[in-house]
């Protein structure tokens, strides 16, 4: 039976477990008289955090990060590599992953084929007659810029949270006067382009965890007609109006909701 910690948050979660595994292979070499190597000791306590992890109900993600963790660290001090190497990648990953930790919706990055896919979903194209489209969680900037390109006639938001992706979504954006992007939560009620009632379609590729809260967003907010689609992750215990599966690397499935 699966263990849960609905109060903390999952990275606090990872580096208690993270810790727990670290105590008791510590114990155990102590109480055995055991004289491990340092990676041997590492791996001990990858194994143990990882199933720490999968005892928990943690997403699967964090299985592979609890099993890495001790052993890359102990590769990495062998390493001898300078410390501005390390801080520089903790800047990229900061700047890459910003608030994961808070919102659990990592980097996804959706393929050419799901672009395309989302070609047909957009309205008819008909004389002097406009829609509007967001991704919420545009990433860096794919989605609006392919259907910028091929469907001038719609107006493409775009709205992220992490800081470096947001740097590449603009200046990507920046030759198609029909994209914006703004670096913000989709959760900001202060921000005009976060209100969903403007909008035709409305797209998200985000992660399990925030979906039955975006519905309600969507349900409180879009105006009948409009176009909810997720990728890949569905929202729990409501089956969408149309499935369209998309043959690429990761199998990715665009579940559809018309308001």
């Not at 008289?33 to 194994?47: D, I, K, V």
């Not at 299985?63 to 102990?74: D, E, G, K, R």
């Not at 990592?106 to 991704?135: C, M, T």
Request: hydrophobic share 50%; charged share 15%.
């Amino acid at each position: 039976m699966r263990t849960r910690f609905p109060a903390l948050p999952p990275s606090a979660i990872a580096l208690l477990l993270q810790i727990a595994a670290f105590a008791l292979v510590l114990l155990s070499v102590r109480l055995f008289e055991l004289q491990p190597e340092p990676l041997t000791f590492a791996l001990a306590c990858g194994l143990l955090a990882a199933s720490f992890s999968q005892l928990a109900g943690q997403a699967r993600w964090w299985f592979v990060i609890q099993l890495l963790f001790a052993p890359a660290l102990v590769l990495m001090l062998n390493a001898d590599i300078p410390p501005s190497v390390f801080l520089a990648a903790f800047l990229i990953m900061l700047a890459v992953y910003w608030s994961t930790f808070r919102t659990q919706v990592p980097l996804y990055l959706s393929s050419n084929k799901v672009w395309r896919a989302l070609e047909g979903l957009l309205p008819l194209q008909q004389p002097d007659s406009h829609f509007r489209f967001i991704d919420l969680g545009s990433g860096l900037g794919g989605v609006l810029t392919h259907l910028a390109r091929l469907r001038p006639d719609g107006h493409y938001c775009g709205v992220e949270s992490a800081p470096l992706p947001l740097l590449m979504s603009w200046l990507r954006t920046k030759p198609y006067p029909n994209c914006e992007v703004h670096w913000a939560s989709i959760w900001d009620e202060k921000l005009a382009a976060c209100n969903l009632a403007q909008y035709d379609v409305v797209f998200a590729y985000l992660s399990p965890v925030p979906m039955e809260r975006l519905w309600h967003k969507a349900r409180a907010e879009m105006r009948p007609g409009a176009v909810f689609i997720s990728s890949t992750f569905t929202i729990p215990g409501l089956e969408p109006d149309q499935h369209i599966a998309v043959d690429d690397l990761h199998q990715s499935t665009l579940l559809v909701w018309r308001m």
